[in-house]
């Protein structure tokens, strides 16, 4: 069973025009996978993860389908994916620490959202006590407000509630941004711990942080510019990243213990391109070490190259040629 | 950061192409096109006895005659001059006020913002009226000008209030804290970094302000006091009640005032939702 | 929680303080006499004039030294005398207020109570679909932007002229018996409707308008969303919106209260109406300076009263503010 993208198409609607923010996505994700989804600010990352749990204006609907467990999620339809959302796919939003009604007691409100998704809360009780367990949340949250609770509390009940009717797919999004990094650590454990006691089946993390997905992931997919540039296992993307923009972005990570006199801390030059008339073919080519002729006319697909690399970059396709 | 110039030509193509703005200043226009051309329509003064009393709209008067015999058309005109002018100067004052309360309390906050604060609060709560009511009293002969003033400055809370909260949210930016590293005095500060960012909210607020002020002094002169010189549409209203036109039936005279000031300050109001969604983005619709 | 009240405490009493010394200002800084108005309605002999006026000076405290007169208008106040009417002498003027206070509590509770929460309600309404927020929000800013007496005026003449089935005046038919009977109960609703009409349509308006803008921010807030991302009903997320829309609202009739009493002031001079506005305009018209000295101080002791009653339900139904005030957060 798995989550099976393809040529995913979502834009944005401004009064100017399209903003091409998801050109074109096409991955699969396997059960037990957690997937890193990395990429620069506006390189579609978050368009992505929105559009499988939560497609509204501005955002558009544009073309692909995603298939959740052999069943073809329709994100275009508002309530029709309301059957899907919360049970069978879930996310912990960027903004977890504000996600809760802040006028409502926390377990009043679990037991309101279950009661409206015709789930029993009573009997869902003893689990969700379970959870707080696991995440080290005393049972007394459920009778405060998220007032009372600190940043990292209110993460860790949000991830709890998520999580809660053990979803398919479940996406974090940028949840450990604005923590300090023991916290990022406790909370990125969390993570791999839901995945391993299979309370979630798939995971996508999405952040620009790399340093944590090579802590936890197993894969880790790379976005530019609204497409995607490469995918591949872990160990691969760190170690021996063939994509331009990956070594870039890997090579300008510092790493611990070097001396900036010893090693000179590179940045890739230059800005992503704007995604209302994208470029012609690859759109990484401005600031690509090695674009050559075909990079400007033609755009590279995404292919795998072997197995379980993904790839969109001509140059990599001569070389493997 | 957008240059200035091509800011306001941006804002200038969404006000043009906003629905309600449109309408709403169309509609603001019109009445303000009507009180400063409509007196040369008319010969007569308001209390001028020009003709058979309690007169329906004809083609000799317009809007009919009062109980006296007086013209309604020329006391409506007069009377809408009347209200512009309240609205503008009492509105402008009690902006003014406002922002300068609201600003001060806004940016330093602390002790000042909890005196301010009371200050706003007791104003609030206090029977304007009586204090109006001795006014009155002590000027026998009041002008718009007086009112103007008296509104202006005891409406001008609602703005502070306004004015202070976006202050507030304002000040914890980003570039008012460079701003203030590198040294520049507070006024300059507010001056230069935070007023330019609140122009759209200082431009709601006074039509918000402007609104009001032809409301309340319509309710003012509808009890008699408003200016004792000039005719104003509270006061067409107060004497139409005052003199039986309900009874008789006398609607050309009643009806007229209070409904333009209803489409003023109606059309204000839609203006002010036109203009909040020019100037937030997130409430253009698509 | 007991320094918010104490503070609150103090700013009600500063006010009070202050609003209670102009109103003791006013019949001070009226040129010419209370006294010397009142005795020119009696037209009397001037001898008899002059002993009337050292009588009545006296009555009236006059004579004392200012600081003496403002102490005790302060024990008055406590004793619950508010002085004799000019206008309607000899009546104490608390007795003529207390006459008119029922029928400005039956007219002005119901108006503010169900405007409240009906517009409330319809606000939300507006903030569902397009096609209802088109319908509802230029209804709802035209009648807010309608002066209360225009509207008084005009459901007067359209409900008692043009289709007489109202009275255009006062609170009860002439001969009617004041009594508990159904007769005067029916007939005194009648009279009523009208004017709690007038009143409830142009706050109606404002709350709907408040409400929408309200409901359309907290539908664009995090918690919104994250209902939304859960698969939330909508009728859940907007039951949450709204539950956190209200309370704004809930400060905002506090702040209103001015506005209303000075609507409700004109409604009754309209409707001709025994409400305590009514009494001002008689009193103002008469410079029955007495008389409006005691309608204001009512009008403070209302109006503060009912600033405190809402902040006290503010805390009860905000949480934060209980919370924040135990000091309890992690």
């Given at each position: 069973m798995s989550l099976k993208v393809n040529n995913l198409k979502v834009y944005y609607q401004t009064l100017r025009g399209d903003v091409k923010a998801l050109d074109g996505a096409t991955f699969t994700i396997a059960d037990g996978e957690i997937m890193g989804l990395a990429g620069e600010s506006g390189c579609g990352k978050s368009t992505l993860s929105n559009s499988l749990i939560l497609l509204k204006p501005p955002m558009r609907f544009v073309g692909g389908k995603v298939e959740l467990d052999n069943e073809e999620l329709p994100i275009w339809d508002m309530e029709k994916m309301n059957d899907f959302r919360f049970k069978k796919i879930s996310t912990i939003p960027q903004y977890a620490m504000n996600a809760?009604?802040?006028?409502?007691?926390?377990?009043?409100?679990?037991?309101?959202?279950?009661?409206?998704?015709?789930?029993?809360?009573?009997?869902?009780?003893?689990?969700?006590?379970?959870?707080?367990?696991l995440v080290e949340l005393s049972h007394d949250v459920l009778n405060m407000y998220p007032i009372e609770l600190s940043g990292g509390m209110k993460q860790r009940?949000?991830?709890?509630?998520?999580?809660?009717?053990?979803?398919?797919?479940?996406?974090?999004?940028e949840i450990t941004s604005a923590l300090d990094v023991s916290t990022q650590k406790a909370v990125a454990k969390m993570l791999v711990e839901f995945r391993d006691r299979e309370f979630v089946k798939k995971l996508m993390v999405i952040t620009h942080d790399i340093s944590i997905l090579y802590q936890i992931a197993d894969s880790i997919m790379i976005m530019y510019a609204g497409k995607l540039a490469e995918k591949a296992p872990t160990s691969v993307i760190i170690n021996s990243p063939r994509h331009p923009y990956t070594k870039l972005l890997i090579s300008s990570l510092p790493d611990i213990g070097v001396k900036y006199s010893q090693k000179k801390l590179t940045g890739i030059p230059g800005k992503p391109p704007m995604l209302l008339i994208p470029p012609t073919g690859c759109r990484f080519r401005e600031r690509c070490p090695v674009a050559f002729q075909k990079c400007l006319n033609e755009e590279p697909p995404f292919v795998e190259i072997k197995k379980g690399h993904f790839i969109a970059c001509w140059k990599e396709f001569e070389k493997n040629a | 950061m957008t240059k200035p110039k091509k800011r306001i030509n941006e804002f200038l193509y969404f006000a043009l192409k906003n629905k309600r703005l449109r309408v709403g200043l169309s509609v603001v226009l019109f009445f303000l096109i009507l009180a400063l051309v409509?007196?040369?329509?008319?010969?007569?003064?308001?209390?001028?006895?020009?003709?058979?009393?309690?007169?329906?709209?004809?083609?000799?008067?317009?809007?009919?005659?009062?109980?006296?015999?007086?013209?309604?058309?020329?006391?409506?005109?007069?009377?809408?001059?009347?209200?512009?002018?309240?609205?503008?100067?009492?509105?402008?004052?009690?902006?003014?006020?406002?922002?300068?309360?609201?600003?001060?309390?806004?940016?330093?906050?602390?002790?000042?913002?909890?005196?301010?604060?009371?200050?706003?609060?007791?104003?609030?709560?206090?029977?304007?009226?009586?204090?109006?009511?001795?006014?009155?009293?002590?000027?026998?002969?009041?002008?718009?000008?007086?009112?103007?003033?008296?509104?202006?400055?005891?409406?001008?809370?609602?703005?502070?209030?306004?004015?202070?909260?976006?202050?507030?949210?304002?000040?914890?930016?980003?570039?008012?804290?460079?701003?203030?590293?590198?040294?520049?005095?507070?006024?300059?500060?507010?001056?230069?970094?935070?007023?330019?960012?609140?122009?759209?909210?200082?431009?709601?607020?006074?039509?918000?302000?402007?609104?009001?002020?032809?409301?309340?002094?319509?309710?003012?002169?509808?009890?008699?006091?408003?200016?004792?010189?000039?005719?104003?549409?509270?006061?067409?209203?107060?004497?139409?009640?005052?003199?039986?036109?309900?009874?008789?039936?006398?609607?050309?005279?009643?009806?007229?005032?209070?409904?333009?000031?209803?489409?003023?300050?109606?059309?204000?109001?839609?203006?002010?939702?036109?203009?909040?969604?020019?100037?937030n983005p997130k409430l253009r619709k698509l | 929680?007991?320094?918010?009240?104490?503070?609150?405490?103090?700013?009600?009493?500063?006010?009070?303080?202050?609003?209670?010394?102009?109103?003791?200002?006013?019949?001070?800084?009226?040129?010419?006499?209370?006294?010397?108005?009142?005795?020119?309605?009696?037209?009397?002999?001037?001898?008899?004039?002059?002993?009337?006026?050292?009588?009545?000076?006296?009555?009236?405290?006059?004579?004392?030294?200012?600081?003496?007169?403002?102490?005790?208008?302060?024990?008055?106040?406590f004793h619950g005398d508010l002085g004799t009417s000019i206008l309607l002498f000899p009546q104490p003027v608390i007795k003529i207020i207390m006459r008119a206070v029922p029928y400005d509590i039956f007219l002005l509770l119901p108006s503010i109570l169900l405007s409240w929460f009906a517009g409330n309600k319809f606000g939300a309404f507006a903030a569902r679909t397009k096609w209802l927020d088109n319908t509802i929000l230029p209804v709802g800013y035209i009648l807010t932007a309608t002066p209360y007496m225009w509207l008084a005026i005009l459901l007067g003449w359209v409900l008692a002229m043009v289709f007489p089935i109202f009275p255009l005046a006062y609170a009860s038919s002439p001969a009617m018996i004041h009594s508990f009977s159904w007769i005067f109960i029916a007939d005194y609703l009648w009279h009523?409707?009208?004017?709690?009409?007038?009143?409830?349509?142009?706050?109606?308006?404002?709350?709907?308008?408040?409400?929408?803008?309200?409901?359309?921010?907290?539908?664009?807030?995090?918690?919104?969303h994250y209902l939304e991302a859960l698969g939330a009903p909508r009728k859940l997320v907007r039951r949450y919106a709204f539950r956190n829309a209200i309370l704004p609202q809930v400060t905002g009739l506090a702040l209103q209260l001015g506005i209303i009493m000075a609507g409700a002031?004109?409604?009754?001079?309209?409707?001709?109406?025994?409400?305590?506005?009514?009494?001002?305009?008689?009193?103002?018209?008469?410079?029955?300076?007495?008389?409006?000295?005691?309608?204001?101080?009512?009008?403070?002791?209302?109006?503060?009263?009912?600033?405190?009653?809402?902040?006290?339900?503010?805390?009860?139904?905000?949480?934060?503010?209980?919370?924040?005030?135990?000091?309890?957060?992690?």
């Open positions: 809760m009604n802040p006028i409502r007691k926390i377990g009043k409100m679990v037991s309101e959202i279950l009661k409206s998704k015709k789930v029993d809360f009573k009997s869902t009780l003893p689990e969700l006590k379970r959870r707080l367990d009940m949000v991830m709890v509630l998520s999580t809660l009717m053990n979803p398919s797919l479940l996406m974090a999004d | 409509g007196p040369l329509l008319t010969d007569y003064k308001w209390d001028d006895y020009v003709g058979p009393a309690y007169h329906p709209p004809s083609y000799e008067y317009w809007f009919g005659t009062t109980t006296f015999g007086q013209d309604v058309f020329t006391q409506f005109i007069l009377g809408l001059k009347a209200s512009f002018l309240v609205g503008i100067i009492g509105g402008g004052i009690g902006t003014l006020i406002g922002v300068l309360v609201g600003f001060t309390a806004g940016y330093h906050g602390g002790m000042i913002d909890e005196f301010l604060n009371m200050l706003t609060n007791i104003v609030i709560v206090i029977p304007t009226l009586a204090i109006l009511l001795i006014i009155s009293v002590y000027l026998k002969v009041r002008g718009v000008l007086i009112e103007s003033i008296f509104i202006g400055f005891t409406a001008w809370p609602w703005a502070a209030r306004a004015i202070r909260a976006q202050t507030f949210s304002l000040r914890s930016r980003d570039f008012v804290d460079l701003a203030r590293i590198s040294g520049i005095r507070p006024l300059k500060i507010m001056f230069t970094e935070i007023a330019p960012n609140m122009m759209s909210y200082l431009l709601m607020t006074f039509i918000l302000q402007f609104g009001g002020a032809i409301l309340i002094a319509a309710t003012l002169d509808f009890i008699g006091l408003g200016p004792t010189n000039a005719i104003s549409l509270g006061l067409m209203m107060n004497l139409a009640v005052l003199w039986g036109a309900l009874p008789l039936g006398m609607w050309w005279w009643f009806i007229p005032p209070g409904a333009a000031i209803a489409a003023i300050v109606g059309a204000l109001y839609l203006t002010n939702v036109g203009l909040d969604e020019v100037f | 929680m007991k320094q918010y009240f104490t503070r609150k405490l103090f700013i009600y009493i500063l006010t009070f303080f202050i609003a209670v010394t102009i109103d003791w200002l006013i019949p001070r800084f009226m040129p010419g006499n209370p006294v010397q108005v009142l005795l020119a309605r009696a037209s009397l002999h001037a001898e008899a004039a002059k002993e009337m006026y050292s009588y009545y000076t006296k009555a009236f405290g006059l004579d004392l030294p200012l600081w003496k007169q403002y102490l005790n208008f302060w024990i008055a106040i009523w409707f009208l004017p709690f009409a007038s009143l409830f349509m142009v706050m109606f308006g404002g709350w709907a308008i408040g409400m929408r803008n309200m409901i359309i921010y907290e539908l664009e807030a995090d918690y919104s002031l004109v409604t009754e001079v309209v409707f001709s109406y025994p409400g305590i506005g009514y009494l001002i305009l008689g009193a103002i018209q008469n410079q029955d300076f007495f008389l409006i000295q005691g309608c204001f101080l009512f009008i403070i002791i209302e109006v503060l009263i009912a600033n405190f009653l809402i902040d006290v339900l503010y805390i009860i139904i905000d949480p934060r503010i209980r919370i924040g005030m135990g000091g309890k957060s992690a």
